[in-house]
């Protein structure tokens, strides 16, 4: 049982679910544009497509060997072929001239089929050798080829006008394959997000370059660019930003500009030099307006129940472009590296789901695939180690998959059964969690129907753990109420690095 403790009451902290709705509140999707195939893999469809060309456009053979007419090969057998002249050669791309009763021609899989045939016999059911050489005099059947045989009808996929994708299908490989089957050179979709990433911090280095005393190496920066296209949106700027106000905010207006998001970190706790804090700082609701001449940011900086990541904050980008306003939206994570995945994996990614239209798509999505807060409690592990989690925060946790411990160190958990009697699904997943130890022991499988986790490091959720942070496989979800993880806890389970798009 996990051990629970009381939630300490936190007046101006919101629920993770609290502030993802405000900040998706905000948020619409981008305008759908017409967009060419070749460009339109890993986005959402903004319009029903239906089939202007049937598929197989025609009909054609299925093998590499002789169009006939059934009838004519009604008694073949392979001790007494019927023999029929071949009236040459029907290439793929080419349109044959029609069968004359008695006679074959040969055919190459995906050629038309000759006008008058209705079946094709393959190669091998011939006395002709497979392979390229000339076309013979004559071919010797060995088979009664039935009307259809090796034949794919005209439509038989789809037919003219027949539904093909609905909008908001999500443009896999095989989707985007499908539009093209169906005559469409390009679809409407939903564009990728366009995201500016800008890090603040005196502190900050460019990688690889010698550290004055107190600066480090700018990782922040390299990690979100490549969250951004882990989440199949489309990196539009990098820049870094000093510790004041003022440069933030230009820093800002001038990423606004060729984005449709701007992800910023640091600087949004406590710290006296903390600049999204100062440019936050002068409205008592902790919202703020900051105009400069080019424009205006608008931010609100909240206290979020979660671990790491509590510090967070949203708002718009306000500026002119092209004689018009526009908004962009904003989203500030912490600085601390650990802090940067779990919130863009918690808030950054369903926004860029909601600004890509991807909010109503079932199935797996790019990156980690979550889509709102409570996608990630939808998967499910159980732990391998214990550790501590902050009561009052929801812990997202960087975790490795690991074998199942042995059935020792796992029943030697105390209330370990109550646990399993509460849990939804709790009979089945015991019994196999029973087995899995069980199989462990005697065998020393690693074959196992549950997943095992642990922490990649043993600081646990640390937020400043930026090296070790790579050897995470997944971010364990532990709820608020809970003070300590044991052996064979359920926790939560957002894969990291699964499927992307770039
Ligand atoms: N008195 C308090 N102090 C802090 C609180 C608090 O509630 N009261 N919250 C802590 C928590 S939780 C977090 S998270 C951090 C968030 O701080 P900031 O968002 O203001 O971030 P910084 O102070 O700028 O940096 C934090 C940490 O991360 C390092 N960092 C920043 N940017 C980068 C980067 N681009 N690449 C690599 N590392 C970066 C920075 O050097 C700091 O070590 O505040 C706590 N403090
Ligand atoms: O919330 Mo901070 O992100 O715990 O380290």
Redesign the pocket.
């Given at each position: 049982m996990p051990e629970t403790a009381e939630k300490p009451a936190m007046p101006d902290t919101l629920s993770v679910e609290a502030y993802v709705a405000e900040v998706l509140a905000t948020l619409t999707p981008l305008p759908a544009v017409d967009t060419p195939l070749f460009a339109a893999h890993g986005l959402v469809l903004a319009q029903d497509v239906t089939a202007a060309l049937p598929v197989p456009p025609w009909t054609n053979s299925a093998m590499d060997g002789y169009a006939v007419r059934a009838r004519d090969t009604e008694s073949a057998a392979p001790q007494a072929p019927v023999i029929l002249p071949v009236a040459g050669d029907v290439p793929a791309g080419t349109a044959p001239a029609p069968l004359v009763p008695g006679t074959a021609q040969r055919i190459m899989t995906g050629a038309m089929l000759p006008e008058n045939a209705d079946a094709v016999v393959k190669v091998e059911d011939t006395d002709q050798a497979p392979g390229p050489h000339p076309p013979p005099a004559e071919v010797g059947i060995r088979v009664a080829a039935r009307p259809g045989l090796n034949v794919r009808q005209a439509g038989e996929d789809v037919g003219i006008g027949d539904s093909v994708l609905t909008a908001g299908t999500f443009m896999t490989a095989t989707a985007v394959a499908s539009l093209a089957s169906v005559g469409l050179s390009a679809v409407r979709a939903f564009p990728r997000p366009r995201v500016a990433v800008v890090?603040?911090?005196a502190?900050?280095v460019e990688p690889g370059q010698e550290l004055p005393a107190g600066a480090?190496p700018?990782?922040?920066?390299l990690l979100l660019a490549g969250l951004v296209a882990e989440h199949g949106a489309r990196l539009a700027s990098v820049s870094r930003s000093g510790d004041t106000a003022e440069s933030l905010a230009m820093a800002l207006i001038e990423a606004a500009r060729g984005a449709d998001l701007i992800v910023t970190?640091?600087?949004?706790?406590?710290?006296a030099f903390?600049p999204l804090v100062m440019l936050a700082e002068d409205d008592e609701d902790g919202e703020n307006v900051e105009n400069t001449a080019d424009g205006t940011v608008r931010l609100r900086l909240s206290k979020v129940a979660m671990q790491?990541?509590?510090?967070q904050g949203h708002g718009v980008v306000r500026i002119e472009d092209g004689g018009t306003h526009r908004q962009v939206p904003i989203i500030t994570l912490?600085?601390?590296?650990v802090?940067v995945l779990v919130s863009f994996i918690t808030v950054v990614a369903p926004a860029l789901a909601r600004l890509a239209g991807r909010d109503s798509v079932p199935g797996p999505l790019p990156g980690s695939g979550v889509r709102r807060p409570h996608d990630a409690l939808s998967m499910r592990a159980r732990a391998a180690a214990a550790w501590r989690t902050p009561p009052g925060r929801r812990q997202h946790i960087p975790v490795r998959f690991v074998q199942a411990p042995a059935r020792a160190s796992v029943e030697d958990v105390e209330g370990m059964e109550d646990m399993e009697n509460s849990a939804p699904g709790a009979a089945a997943e015991s019994t196999e969690r029973a087995e899995c130890a069980e199989r462990t022991e005697s065998t020393g499988s690693t074959a196992s129907p549950v997943l095992w986790v642990e922490p990649t490091h043993r600081l646990g959720s640390g937020?400043?753990l930026?090296a070790s942070m790579a050897a995470a496989e997944a971010l364990a979800v532990v709820g608020e109420e809970v003070a300590e993880v044991a052996v064979g806890d359920e926790v939560g389970l957002i894969a990291l690095n699964r499927t992307h798009l770039h």
């Open positions: 890090s603040t911090g502190e900050l480090i700018d990782s922040n920066s970190s640091g600087g949004v706790s406590a710290g903390d790491p990541g509590k510090p912490p600085g601390n590296p802090s937020s400043h930026v």
